[in-house]
């Protein structure tokens, strides 16, 4: 009974992704390549390569490269202040990419039409209720609303604020996806009673067996609990850094000297705002490159959510997901019960 009220509550979400389980894969530099993006997709879900800094030549390969072990659909995740922005969309019009995730603000003009024009679906996350709306009224496809308990790049507010502000009063005019902090079904069913469609998940399948981290980076995750995902300090008001959850080790010191450098450098008229933060999105890029390709988990970056508590150790993707499918079918059941 759960599981059947599962699939009409996911219902929407499912036929707009074209998969069986309206979990998204939360897109992580260096971690949502072919292998794990392959595995969500060919499990039920749906893979989300994250093109972080890559070169346009470099998103072709990860593409195609995917494309040949899955033939289920999958998403390309772009960051809208990445400098080769169109090219990146071409890219993924020519491979029919058939859904582009924006993040980082709000699209630059004329990107919504591009890539819409290519015959993919746009879908773009919303850090308030205002802005929300503004993706809408310009077109974009569906939303994910993420909350500060993510890992990565994150925003000022919970999951739970947000899901009560944004859900109420634009669930019905757009497919809305909820991220942050989600690490057991029994929250998945209580965001799709809401109104949400879907779910995006990262940090709960950064330790599957199809996931390319090095095993000190998952050993981290293993170990960790709730209160070891910190946020990055902002050292100078001028310079607007995107504050980075990830586990606490050295890093998050050496973040604040970088931050210190770049400020001096704004200082003395050396660089532009916009090519201050620049730095720090290429800073992040190889402090989590480190951690995550050469297994440097004290001098790199370990970005991680909240939910990072919850990873009890390395399972496949198929039997990850399936516990999730399970917790929610559950926690629908027991509800229908007592109600």
């Given at each position: 009974?759960?599981?059947?009220?599962?699939?009409?509550?996911?219902?929407?979400g499912?036929?707009?992704?074209?998969?069986?389980?309206?979990?998204?894969?939360?897109?992580?530099?260096?971690?949502?390549?072919?292998?794990?993006?392959?595995?969500?997709?060919?499990?039920?879900?749906?893979?989300?390569i994250?093109?972080?800094?890559?070169?346009?030549?470099?998103?072709?390969?990860?593409?195609?490269?995917?494309?040949?072990?899955?033939?289920?659909?999958?998403?390309?995740?772009?960051?809208?202040?990445?400098?080769?922005?169109?090219?990146?969309?071409d890219?993924?019009?020519r491979?029919?990419?058939?859904?582009?995730?924006?993040?980082?603000?709000?699209?630059?003009?004329?990107?919504?039409?591009?890539i819409?024009?290519?015959?993919?679906?746009?879908?773009?996350?919303?850090?308030?209720?205002?802005?929300?709306?503004?993706?809408?009224?310009?077109g974009?496809?569906?939303?994910?609303?993420?909350?500060?308990?993510?890992?990565g790049?994150?925003?000022?507010?919970?999951?739970?604020?947000?899901?009560?502000?944004?859900?109420?009063?634009?669930?019905?005019?757009?497919?809305?996806?909820?991220?942050?902090?989600?690490?057991?079904?029994?929250?998945?069913?209580?965001?799709?009673?809401?109104g949400?469609?879907?779910?995006q998940?990262?940090?709960?399948?950064v330790?599957?067996?199809?996931?390319?981290?090095?095993?000190?980076?998952?050993?981290?995750?293993?170990?960790?609990?709730?209160?070891?995902?910190?946020?990055?300090?902002q050292?100078d008001?001028?310079?607007?850094?995107?504050?980075?959850?990830?586990?606490?080790?050295?890093?998050?010191?050496?973040?604040?000297?970088?931050?210190?450098?770049?400020?001096?450098?704004?200082?003395?008229?050396?660089?532009?705002?916009?090519?201050?933060?620049?730095q720090?999105?290429h800073?992040?890029?190889?402090?989590?490159?480190?951690?995550?390709?050469?297994?440097?988990?004290?001098s790199?970056?370990?970005?991680?959510?909240?939910?990072?508590?919850?990873?009890?150790?390395?399972?496949p993707?198929?039997?990850?997901?399936r516990?999730?499918?399970?917790?929610?079918?559950?926690?629908?059941e027991?509800?229908?019960?007592?109600?």
């Amino acid at each position: 009974m759960g599981h059947d009220r599962l699939k009409r509550l996911m219902k929407r979400g499912t036929d707009f992704l074209g998969c069986e389980v309206a979990i998204l894969g939360g897109a992580m530099s260096w971690i949502s390549e072919r292998h794990l993006v392959s595995a969500l997709s060919n499990a039920g879900a749906f893979g989300v390569i994250a093109c972080g800094a890559m070169s346009p030549e470099l998103l072709d390969t990860e593409i195609a490269e995917t494309k040949k072990r899955t033939e289920r659909p999958f998403g390309v995740n772009l960051i809208t202040m990445h400098p080769q922005l169109s090219e990146l969309i071409d890219v993924c019009a020519r491979h029919g990419v058939s859904h582009v995730v924006l993040a980082g603000g709000l699209p630059p003009p004329g990107s919504i039409d591009r890539i819409k024009g290519s015959g993919a679906k746009l879908i773009c996350f919303a850090p308030a209720l205002a802005l929300a709306k503004k993706l809408v009224r310009s077109g974009v496809d569906a939303l994910v609303i993420e909350g500060m308990e993510a890992g990565g790049h994150i925003g000022p507010v919970s999951t739970s604020v947000l899901a009560q502000e944004i859900l109420p009063p634009l669930a019905a005019d757009v497919p809305i996806f909820v991220a942050g902090g989600i690490g057991h079904g029994g929250l998945i069913a209580g965001y799709l009673e809401m109104g949400a469609v879907g779910v995006q998940l990262g940090t709960r399948f950064v330790c599957a067996n199809e996931c390319i981290a090095h095993p000190n980076f998952k050993k981290a995750f293993i170990r960790a609990s709730a209160r070891d995902a910190i946020t990055s300090v902002q050292i100078d008001p001028r310079l607007p850094v995107i504050p980075v959850r990830a586990i606490r080790n050295k890093e998050m010191e050496s973040f604040a000297a970088k931050q210190r450098e770049v400020a001096g450098l704004l200082d003395a008229g050396t660089v532009e705002m916009a090519e201050a933060q620049l730095q720090i999105e290429h800073y992040w890029a190889g402090a989590l490159r480190r951690a995550v390709i050469e297994g440097d988990v004290e001098s790199g970056s370990v970005m991680a959510g909240q939910s990072v508590g919850m990873v009890k150790g390395e399972a496949p993707v198929a039997d990850i997901l399936r516990d999730l499918i399970d917790e929610a079918a559950h926690a629908l059941e027991r509800r229908s019960v007592h109600a």
